[in-house]
């Protein structure tokens, strides 16, 4: 371990009061974007945030307020690679969500914005911003910008609560990820971190894999899983995804090149030492057809009883690279690292898997009350993505949920719920 506590080149807080649930960074690292949020209340504050730096300072491009009166605020960012377009999502209040897109060197002026039933529960980016991918409730929605402005084409999947999606760099191939059957989205807290009454939550997952063929989603496959999917990700060049689940399993697919019947997985695997419950944290990288998938999830000793105890969980982040030849891959640990607190999604790695980062806290339960009454601190950790070895930890006083890491390797753009963002460059990385 080289340093315990690692300060960052620069911090700021946009909003005294307010929480970060997403933050985004740029393959270079020089464009930033972010947005404020309230997991429990309305704010009349709530707004998106770009900013540019050289690494030793951020410089505000611009801001774009949500409006009165607005019930949890900014869910999830992106920006695309090259830095040029940016999307953000959330609500507005129940049943209210939107969705905006900007021209980041233009700014507020470029701004298009698509409503939607429910909150935008994540949006990512092509690498040139000529696509976007977003998911809410039982639907898709893919942008494709022509000149000026994007068009919008709306998948529904039926009977479903869409959680997570993904997009390859050319915005070629498309996953998204969530539930079917029983799920029902009120027994889930705003960021979904745990469901108030887990052993209520009947339901199967389910991956969906798509071709975008001249803006329009063509489904190439999909797959269930036993327990709901939490996120999905794919790699830079749309050759593999993963998904991960509720029991703590994570699977790996490599893309097909022509629509299949059902998607099979290269593999799945959980941890045989560790038993692990909710797994949001997921990233992957195929580096030369080698392929790392990175996964935490919380530790679930106790069963069923442990969303509702007093003391505060922990968990566990781990690397897996695929092994073995073709028809006979499996899943092999390169190593397994316990967290201070139970992982949330802000785990990613850079293109090179040099570098992978995890964020951590949770809110803390109390027996007779299945609403959380405060929250843990929470950490960010940068560990070394092939062996595991912890390069800094930095801790804050409340939970942390995003921790972005750019393509190149050579900076981390995170947030927290003690409302700040946080930035680290050379010579941390």
Same mark, same amino acid.
């Given at each position: 371990m080289l340093q315990d506590q690692f300060a960052p080149n620069w911090t700021l807080t946009p909003t005294s009061g307010l929480q970060i649930n997403t933050t985004a960074i740029s393959a270079n690292g020089a464009q930033l974007i972010t947005g404020t949020s309230s997991e429990y209340g309305e704010s009349s504050d709530f707004a998106i945030y770009s900013y540019a730096t050289d690494g030793s @300072?951020?410089?505000l491009q611009w801001s774009d307020p949500l409006g009165d009166n607005v019930t949890q605020g900014v869910f999830w960012v992106t920006v695309s690679g090259n830095g040029a377009y940016a999307a953000a999502g959330g609500q507005y209040g129940s049943g209210n969500g939107f969705l905006r897109t900007y021209n980041v060197g233009v700014g507020v002026s470029s701004r298009q914005e698509f409503s939607a039933d429910s909150r935008i529960n994540e949006v990512e980016s092509s690498y040139d911003g000529s696509t976007i991918i977003a998911v809410e409730g039982a639907n898709a929605l893919l942008l494709t910008l022509n000149g000026q402005s994007y068009s919008d084409s709306q998948t529904n999947v039926s009977e479903s609560y869409l959680r997570s999606c993904g997009i390859c760099n050319t915005g070629e191939i498309v996953v998204v990820g969530g539930e079917l &059957?029983?799920?029902s #989205?009120?027994? #889930?807290f705003a960021r979904g971190r745990k469901p108030a009454k887990r052993a209520e939550v009947s339901s199967t997952g389910l991956v969906i894999l *798509? @071709?975008?063929?001249?803006g329009t989603l063509v489904e190439y496959g999909r797959f269930h899983t036993a327990t709901g999917v939490l996120r999905v990700v794919i790699s830079a060049d749309g050759g593999y995804f993963a998904a991960s689940t509720k029991n703590g399993y994570v699977y790996l697919f490599a893309t097909p090149d022509s629509p299949v019947s059902g998607l099979t997985p290269l593999w799945s695997y959980t941890p045989s030492d560790q038993s692990l419950g909710l797994t949001y944290a997921l990233a992957i990288a195929n580096v030369s057809g080698q392929v790392y998938v990175g996964a935490g999830g919380n *530790? &679930?000793?106790s069963g069923a009883t442990k969303a509702a105890s007093d003391s505060p969980g922990f968990g566990f982040a *781990?690397?897996?690279k695929n092994a073995g030849d073709s028809g006979e891959y499996y899943p092999q640990r390169l190593w397994i690292n316990q967290l201070e607190y139970c992982p949330n999604p802000g785990m990613n790695m850079? @293109?090179?898997a040099q570098y992978v980062t995890s964020a951590d806290g949770e809110p803390i339960f109390s027996d007779s009350n299945s609403s959380p009454q405060e929250e843990t601190p929470g950490n960010f950790y940068l560990f070394n993505a092939q062996t595991g070895e912890l390069y800094w930890k930095y801790a804050t006083s409340l939970m942390n949920w995003p921790m972005s890491i750019n393509a190149e390797g050579t900076a981390v753009f995170a947030g927290s719920d003690d409302g700040s963002v946080y930035y680290w460059g050379s010579p941390a990385l």
């Amino acid at each position: 371990m080289l340093q315990d506590q690692f300060a960052p080149n620069w911090t700021l807080t946009p909003t005294s009061g307010l929480q970060i649930n997403t933050t985004a960074i740029s393959a270079n690292g020089a464009q930033l974007i972010t947005g404020t949020s309230s997991e429990y209340g309305e704010s009349s504050d709530f707004a998106i945030y770009s900013y540019a730096t050289d690494g030793s @300072a951020p410089s505000l491009q611009w801001s774009d307020p949500l409006g009165d009166n607005v019930t949890q605020g900014v869910f999830w960012v992106t920006v695309s690679g090259n830095g040029a377009y940016a999307a953000a999502g959330g609500q507005y209040g129940s049943g209210n969500g939107f969705l905006r897109t900007y021209n980041v060197g233009v700014g507020v002026s470029s701004r298009q914005e698509f409503s939607a039933d429910s909150r935008i529960n994540e949006v990512e980016s092509s690498y040139d911003g000529s696509t976007i991918i977003a998911v809410e409730g039982a639907n898709a929605l893919l942008l494709t910008l022509n000149g000026q402005s994007y068009s919008d084409s709306q998948t529904n999947v039926s009977e479903s609560y869409l959680r997570s999606c993904g997009i390859c760099n050319t915005g070629e191939i498309v996953v998204v990820g969530g539930e079917l &059957d029983s799920y029902s #989205e009120s027994v #889930e807290f705003a960021r979904g971190r745990k469901p108030a009454k887990r052993a209520e939550v009947s339901s199967t997952g389910l991956v969906i894999l *798509y @071709a975008n063929q001249s803006g329009t989603l063509v489904e190439y496959g999909r797959f269930h899983t036993a327990t709901g999917v939490l996120r999905v990700v794919i790699s830079a060049d749309g050759g593999y995804f993963a998904a991960s689940t509720k029991n703590g399993y994570v699977y790996l697919f490599a893309t097909p090149d022509s629509p299949v019947s059902g998607l099979t997985p290269l593999w799945s695997y959980t941890p045989s030492d560790q038993s692990l419950g909710l797994t949001y944290a997921l990233a992957i990288a195929n580096v030369s057809g080698q392929v790392y998938v990175g996964a935490g999830g919380n *530790y &679930d000793g106790s069963g069923a009883t442990k969303a509702a105890s007093d003391s505060p969980g922990f968990g566990f982040a *781990y690397m897996l690279k695929n092994a073995g030849d073709s028809g006979e891959y499996y899943p092999q640990r390169l190593w397994i690292n316990q967290l201070e607190y139970c992982p949330n999604p802000g785990m990613n790695m850079d @293109a090179n898997a040099q570098y992978v980062t995890s964020a951590d806290g949770e809110p803390i339960f109390s027996d007779s009350n299945s609403s959380p009454q405060e929250e843990t601190p929470g950490n960010f950790y940068l560990f070394n993505a092939q062996t595991g070895e912890l390069y800094w930890k930095y801790a804050t006083s409340l939970m942390n949920w995003p921790m972005s890491i750019n393509a190149e390797g050579t900076a981390v753009f995170a947030g927290s719920d003690d409302g700040s963002v946080y930035y680290w460059g050379s010579p941390a990385l």
